[in-house]
């Protein structure tokens, strides 16, 4: 393991990778929400992603292997906010032998770095109420707590 990581833009090559990581994404996120389907499901359209202009999907590299990834995508904010528009971040995985080593905050950074080129201002993304490990990773890079989703199943 190298300890250079490079940020850069994915690519359609870097593809079996990113659903392989997006495959991870899912599993971690399994044991937090009990309503995803217990089969084969996928959360993003990478390719779509890779091709839109108000997008960015971004790769952390050591030398040529991906060990994390992240994406910000521009969507429309509620018409009573200070904003039109606003940056979601996305897809935000590290593999596992590469955690705790700051790599996240360095696509995190990447991504605010789009976001202001792209004239954005408020960036938001969500995170699983008890996944203390990835809100400590979040409010280190500056995100705060916001609001708190909350569910009902009603059961017939």
């Known amino acids: 393991m190298k300890t250079e990581i490079t940020i850069r833009e994915a690519v359609d090559s870097d ?27 996928t ?6 992603l890779m091709e839109n202009p108000r997008a960015i999907l971004l790769v952390a590299c ?4 991906i060990v994390a990834t992240g994406y910000a995508l521009e ?4 018409h009573y906010l200070d904003h039109e528009t ?22 995190v950074s ?3 770095d789009w976001c202001t080129t792209s004239g954005l201002t408020e960036i938001r993304l969500h995170v699983y ?10 409010e280190k890079v500056g995100f705060k707590r916001h609001m708190i989703e909350m569910r009902l199943r009603i059961e017939s």
């Open 43 to 48: 959360y993003y359209d990478l390719g779509a």
């Open 62 to 65: 050591d030398g040529d292997k």
């Open 110 to 112: 990447g991504l605010k």
């Open 15 to 41: 593809l079996p990778v990113l659903l392989k990581y997006e495959q991870g994404v899912v599993k971690a996120e399994r044991p937090f929400d009990p309503t995803i389907k217990d089969a084969d499901v």
């Open 86 to 107: 606003f940056a979601y971040l996305g897809f935000m995985y590290t593999d596992p032998d590469y955690r705790g080593m700051g790599i996240n905050g360095k696509i």
């Open 129 to 138: 109420s008890e996944n203390e490990p990835a809100i400590r990773a979040y």
């Open 75 to 78: 969507k429309p904010a509620r």
